[in-house]
C-alpha cells in the first residue's frame, strides 16, 4: 500500500474539465496503467482519490495536488512517466512524492491574475488598481453555500500583492489565503468591476503558480 501526492499542471483547453469529471478522468487513467486504487469501505465504496483545492473552471494551474492510496507500492517517481501517455491534452503529470503534512496545513496559494483590456489600460489604471485592493477593507458579494449572496470583505485573505503593466493587460501577482477561508483569486476582478467599473477589464486570465505552507515555502 501507498500514499502517494501528485502534482499536476491543468493548462489549454483542459480548463473547461469540471471537477467531477477530471476526478473521473483520473480514475480512468488508472485503470488504463493498470494501478489498483484502494477503495473507502462502507456500501457504497470508492477509490481513495481527492484534490487538495479544486480549482474554479477557466482557470489555470501548475501545482495542483491529489492525493491517493494505491493496493501495491509504486515507484513513486517514475508515476508521472507512467501517466502521461492516457492523460487527456492540458493535463501534465509532474511530480510525485509521499504527502509530508495534512492538507489542513495548505496555507497561502501563489496566483497571477491577467486583467485584459481591448482598448488599452486606461490611464493611471495600475495605480488606481493597486490603490484599491491594497486599501483598508475590500468588500465583494460573493454566493454563499447556501445560495444566497452576502457581502464579504475579501482584503484580510489578500496577504501580498504586485501590479505590472503591459500593453493592453494590468498583470497581477498575488498571494491569497487558501482556505479557512479561502480567496479565489478572479473575485479581485469582480471587486474591481463593483468599486472602479471604469477599470473592469474586457476579460479576465486566472493562473495557480504555487501552493505554500505558512512559512512560504512549497507545500508537499
Known amino acids: 500500500m501507498a500514499k502517494l501526492r501528485l502534482r499536476f499542471a491543468k493548462e489549454g483547453r483542459a480548463v473547461y474539465i469540471s471537477h467531477l469529471d477530471l476526478l473521473r478522468t483520473f480514475q480512468r487513467v488508472f485503470l488504463r496503467q493498470g494501478i489498483v486504487l484502494r477503495h473507502s469501505q462502507g456500501f457504497h465504496p470508492h477509490p481513495i482519490l481527492s484534490f487538495a483545492l479544486p480549482l474554479s473552471v477557466g482557470q489555470e494551474s501548475v501545482c495542483e495536488l491529489l492525493d491517493l492510496e494505491t493496493v501495491e507500492d509504486l515507484d513513486c517517481a517514475a508515476l508521472p512517466g507512467r501517466l502521461a501517455p492516457s492523460l487527456p491534452e492540458g493535463i501534465r503529470a509532474l511530480e510525485c512524492r509521499a504527502p509530508a503534512r495534512p492538507i489542513r496545513d495548505l496555507a497561502e496559494l501563489l496566483c497571477r491574475v491577467e486583467l485584459v483590456y ?36 475579501i482584503r484580510p485573505m489578500l496577504h501580498s500583492l504586485e501590479v505590472e503593466e503591459e500593453p493592453g493587460l494590468l ?50
Not at 489604471?125 to 483598508?136: C, I, M, S, Y
Not at 468591476?193 to 515555502?217: C, I, N, Q, S
Open 171 to 220: 498583470r497581477l501577482t498575488v498571494r491569497v489565503a487558501a482556505q479557512n477561508p479561502g480567496l479565489n483569486p478572479a473575485l479581485l476582478a469582480a471587486a474591481i468591476a463593483a468599486h472602479r467599473p471604469e477599470l473592469t477589464p474586457d476579460f479576465t486570465r486566472v493562473r495557480r503558480l504555487e501552493v505554500l505552507d505558512g512559512a512560504g515555502g512549497v507545500f508537499w
Open 118 to 153: 481591448d482598448g488599452g489600460v486606461p490611464d493611471g489604471g495600475a495605480e488606481e488598481v493597486g490603490k484599491l485592493l491594497t486599501g483598508e477593507t475590500l468588500v465583494v458579494q460573493k454566493r454563499t453555500k447556501r445560495k444566497a449572496m452576502a457581502d464579504i470583505d
